[in-house]
């Protein structure tokens, strides 16, 4: 009986709405996740370090960064409807501008489309997260969104098959040390040849996700929630800001989207440097597909963690599991970082687990009880996206050293997740805390 109340409030059944909405989280995991292998693909493609090859990563959360604010203005002038229309408009035109940066063959370009790519889909989550909390009671509005969440990784298991069979498998398999000794016109021409491999399935999801737009355009979506009073942004950000739970909630996303970025991108990485120490026959770029492989089972063990963790919210309060799982994770970067052969894969596979409920269950109790500030509150959640650009390249930067701390580059730059990891367990015990505190209030 419980799960019928998770998506109707006031007598109002929202599961067509929901719907709607959960097609846009799957969207953005696509984008995501056909991403993270890029910054190998264009290291190579353009004869980059890695540390270069994550100005991918820097101009695709820089762009969540920069339009978050703008989006939470805009939805909160027209509606959550506007939002996402607005974000899927900039989510197209990000794509088809992979064709023209093509054309240039040039990287920079690349880099502008990814930005624009990008504040398409700062709109779709400023939008989509808080219109979910909102459909429903505010009793399980976390678990409502842990629910929608789920579809997000079953978009990202899209955009990693992509990526490994219409991409990483039809470049050339030269390494970056090989392209190195090619003529000009040699390398010239190969570049040409792996950049349209790499355009075609951009092009593609910009046709699919156009389609979507004219979908949502003109199915009716209820507006009721767009309808509440609205105070002044000073107002408004002055209550934010005496909020603690809020305030450490955007710190505590920061880093967990950091750390993920992280451990999902730097998985090639890490995977390609055990395979081709346990089996020295075998090519660089076969390496990369079997590392892109358990970035797959990854990535299926978060989808599956995810719905189990939207299950044990029933019983098991969000910041005991938030914790534990933050504390479970650390354990296994400890594994990676120190493990031998294939026990260090292992443990970089299984942090996903850990990391399956950590991005709703911090939004959701971040934005929990705001009402209409929900909507100015959502922007400093997904402006805490910048994690994904900021944290990225000082672990490509190890990445880069032959030897850190008396550790091999790949293996210590997994300190930087761990990190991260703490400052959300300490997040999710403040946030156990604070529902003992009010339990016995």
Avoid at 9 to 15: L, T
Avoid at 23 to 43: E, H, Q, R, Y
Avoid at 345 to 361: A, I, K, Q, R
Wanted: include cysteine.
């Amino acid at each position: 009986m419980k799960e019928q109340h998770l998506l109707k409030k006031d007598g109002v059944s929202y599961v067509l709405p929901f719907l709607l909405v959960v097609s846009c989280f799957a969207l953005w995991g696509f984008a995501n996740d056909i991403t993270n292998p890029m910054v190998k693909a264009f290291s190579k493609i353009f004869r980059m370090s890695v540390m270069e090859g994550t100005l991918v990563q820097v101009a695709f959360y820089g762009g969540y960064f920069v339009m978050a604010f703008p989006a939470a203005l805009f939805i909160r002038r027209y509606s959550y409807k506007a939002g996402v229309l607005m974000g899927l408009a900039l989510y197209a035109a990000g794509c088809f501008l992979f064709f023209p940066a093509r054309l240039s063959g040039n990287y920079y370009p690349f880099l502008i489309a990814y930005f624009i790519l990008t504040c398409g889909l700062s709109f779709l989550e400023t939008s989509c997260n808080p219109f979910v909390l909102s459909m429903g009671e505010e009793s399980t509005a976390t678990r409502r969104l842990n629910l929608a969440q789920s579809f997000n990784p079953i978009g990202s298991l899209g955009g990693m098959f992509v990526a490994m069979i219409f991409i990483q498998a039809r470049l050339y398999p030269l390494s970056a040390d090989e392209r190195a000794l090619l003529s000009p016109s040699e390398f010239e021409s190969m570049k040409m040849a792996d950049l349209h491999i790499l355009i075609q399935p951009y092009l593609f999801i910009g046709i699919v996700i156009a389609l979507i737009f004219l979908a949502i355009r003109f199915l009716p979506i209820p507006r009721h929630h767009d309808a509440e009073g609205r105070d002044d942004l000073r107002s408004s950000f002055c209550r934010l800001l005496r909020i603690p739970r809020y305030r450490e909630g955007v710190v505590a996303q920061f880093f967990y989207v950091g750390a993920q970025i992280m451990c999902w991108t730097f998985i090639i990485q890490y995977g390609t440097k055990v395979l081709m120490q346990l089996h020295p026959d075998m090519s660089e770029q076969a390496a990369e597909i079997l590392s892109q492989r358990y970035n797959i089972v990854a990535m299926v063990l978060f989808c599956v963690s995810r719905f189990i963790c939207t299950f044990l919210l029933r019983y098991i309060s969000a910041g005991r599991l938030l914790t534990s799982f933050a504390i479970a994770a650390i354990g296994l970067l400890f594994g990676v970082i120190f493990g031998k052969g294939m026990i260090g894969l292992y443990c970089l596979v299984g942090v996903s687990v850990c990391m399956s409920l950590m991005f709703p269950t911090i939004y959701g109790e971040s934005l929990r009880g705001l009402g209409n500030d929900a909507k100015l509150a959502s922007a400093g959640l997904i402006m805490s996206i910048l994690g994904g650009s900021v944290l990225p390249p000082l672990q490509a930067w190890i990445i880069d050293q032959e030897n850190f701390l008396g550790l091999s580059g790949v293996s210590a730059s997994f300190i930087v997740p761990m990190f991260c990891f703490l400052v959300i367990a300490v997040y999710g015990m403040r946030t156990m805390l604070r529902s003992r505190m009010k339990a016995v209030s």
